[in-house]
C-alpha cells in the first residue's frame, strides 16, 4: 500500500510545479488518508496539515504553498457528507470492487473528487477529474489513475449532466457554433 507523506516528497519534486488549489487538494486526500488509518480527529488533524505542513518545510524538504481554505473545505466537507458521498461513488464502480474493496489513498481520493464535483460548481468537471487524477499519478502507476479517471467521470455524467453532455454542431456548415 503506499505511504501518502512519503511519495509527497519525491513526486512533488517530479511533477509539475503545483497551483495553490492543486496543493491543497493533494494535503487533503492525504489528511483523509492519515484520519482513515489513524481514526485521528478531524481538528487534530486539519491543525496539523495548517500549522505544520502547509507551505512549509518537512523533514528538509519544502512542501508548496497550498490554498488553506481550499484544503480545510476539502476535509472538512468529505468528513461532513461522507455518508452522501460514499454511495455515489459505490453506483459507479462494478459489483465485483465495492466501495470497501479500494485502497484507503483510493478511497480518499474519490470522495474528495465527488465532494468537490458535487460542492464545488463554481469549477467545471474536467478540470476537478484532471486534478485527481494527477494527484493519483503522485501514488501510483497508470492502472488507479485511469480508475480514477472513470469513476470521476461517470459520476460526473451524473452529477454535471448538463457541463458533461456531448456537444452537438448546429446545422449551418463548418463555422457554426457549438450548444
Known sequence: MPDPASHTKANMRATKPANKRGAARLAAVQALYQMDLTLAPLTEVVGEYENLRL?????????VDADAAWFRGVVVGVVKDQKSIDPVIHSALTPD???????????????????????????????????????????????????????????????????????????????????
Not at 55 to 63: A, F, L, M, S
Not at 154 to 160: C, D, E, G, K
Open 55 to 63: 507551505g512549509r518545510e518537512v523533514d528538509g524538504e519544502q512542501y
Open 97 to 179: 470492487w465495492p466501495l470497501s474493496r479500494i485502497d484507503t489513498l483510493l478511497r480518499a481520493i474519490l470522495r474528495a473528487g465527488v465532494f468537490e464535483l458535487t460542492n464545488r460548481k463554481d469549477v467545471p468537471a474536467k478540470v476537478i477529474i484532471n486534478e485527481y487524477v494527477d494527484v493519483a499519478h503522485a501514488f501510483y502507476g497508470d492502472d488507479e489513475p485511469r480508475m480514477v479517471n472513470g469513476v470521476l467521470d461517470s459520476i460526473a455524467r451524473q452529477l454535471r449532466s448538463e457541463e458533461t453532455a456531448p456537444r452537438t454542431r448546429k446545422s449551418g456548415g463548418p463555422d457554426a457554433q457549438e450548444d
